[in-house]
């Protein structure tokens, strides 16, 4: 059977990697320290799962035999019922061990950049990117993450234009990447005399955060312009030229830092966010590359495609990737998302399981 034959593989590779992990040279290469040890945890969850696979399919086998040879009816009734509940639970069992032999992508443990944008709608969508902003970063402090705001653009209402957040701790990317695109809410604004329901957008990107040893930005290709910072309705906030901004030449990225009154600090936070949107830049190049199927797990992953909607008259939460839907809005603004990231992420692991069957099919 294919799947014990995975199954033993990976054993084997567990028995492996538990003697890489007893060899002391191991932590002189931070790298390959850092990547053995996620291997041992993903294979330690695997073998785990295997150990209460073998348990099950050796129960099928005795409960059979017993209904077999066994002449007491009542022993043959227990077999029976035993039969049938671990019948009952190997199927789900399979479909779990599945997506787990999945192997997670590296990128999954990676910090962020989360970009939130005002779209269309104004105030009130600015009003949204704050809201937007808050709910990540109520999941953050559910999580234990560490947020450091790295630029924000308030507007005059309260709320932003443009807010870009750095997001640190673990399997960040892994579980928020599918929040990528646009983000739609319905609701009477507060700015609304009428009582007129509203819809606005805005758009959310995150970007894993590169090292950087993962991306080499040459002095040549960036210009540095300084410049003194400005606040909402362009009101000079600084009267030191502390403002910073990178415009890397070969691509047209443009960053502009301001939060900082450090010129230094604001340099620093600048070329973070640039390394970050030029490590998405090639990864979206490697992702085109891929399998078509691949690359629409969830939805195209373009900032243009309208992935959510948040609507307030009906209390309800909408991802539109995967129709699903969730009640208690005000507990969801709250950082309450786990029940819809983890349906994102089995859904996105099922897709690839389709895709993975589909190619080996086709070989």
């Known amino acids: 059977m294919d799947l014990l034959k995975k199954l033993d593989d990976c054993a084997a590779r567990y028995a492996e990697v538990q003697q890489l992990i007893m060899d002391p040279n191991l932590v002189k290469d931070p790298k390959k320290y850092k990547d053995t040890m996620r ?37 043959k009734e227990m077999a029976r019922e035993e039969l049938k509940e671990l019948e009952e639970r190997k199927p789900k069992l399979e479909e779990d061990i599945k997506l787990k032999l999945i192997p997670p992508d590296p990128l999954d443990e990676k910090n962020i950049m989360l970009e939130i944008r005002s779209a269309a709608g104004g105030d009130e969508a600015s009003l949204f ?7 990540y970063t109520h999941l953050a402090e559910r999580k234990g993450w560490k947020t450091e705001t790295m630029e924000a653009q ?25 929040e990528s695109g646009v983000h739609r809410v ?54 030191t030229d502390s403002a910073v901004r990178l415009t890397h030449i070969p691509t047209g990225i443009v960053v502009i830092q301001q939060d900082e009154k450090s010129q230094i600090k604001n340099k620093e ?48 939460v909408t991802d539109h990737r995967i129709n699903y839907t969730q009640h208690n809005l005000p ?33």
């Open 129 to 135: 990117v704050r809201d937007l902003w808050e709910m």
């Open 331 to 363: 507990g969801f603004m709250m950082g309450d998302m786990d029940d819809m990231l983890d349906a994102l992420n089995v859904y996105a692991k099922e897709e690839q399981l389709k895709a993975d069957v589909a190619e080996l099919g086709a070989n």
């Open 186 to 239: 319905q609701r009477v604004p507060a700015t609304e005399s009428q009582g007129r329901l509203q819809t606005s957008t805005v758009t959310v990107a995150v970007l894993p955060e590169a090292e950087e040893t993962e991306i080499e930005i040459k002095p040549g290709d960036v210009r540095v312009d300084v410049m003194r910072a400005g606040g909402p309705g362009g009101q000079c906030v600084n009267t």
């Open 39 to 75: 291997e041992n945890v993903y294979l330690s969850e695997i073998c785990s799962l295997y150990e209460e696979y073998k348990k099950i399919l050796q129960g099928i086998k005795d409960a059979t035999e017993m209904i077999t040879a066994e002449d007491d009816q009542d022993m």
């Open 154 to 178: 308030e507007t005059e209402v309260g709320g932003f234009n443009k807010i870009v957040t750095s997001i640190s701790g673990k399997f960040v990317y892994g579980t928020l990447r599918w």
């Open 269 to 316: 936070k600048a070329f973070r966010v640039l390394r970050a949107r030029l490590f998405d830049l090639e990864e979206s190049k490697k992702q085109a590359e891929r399998a078509a199927a691949r690359s629409s797990m969830v939805g195209s992953g373009a900032r243009s495609e309208k992935i959510r909607t948040y609507n307030y008259p009906q209390d309800r």
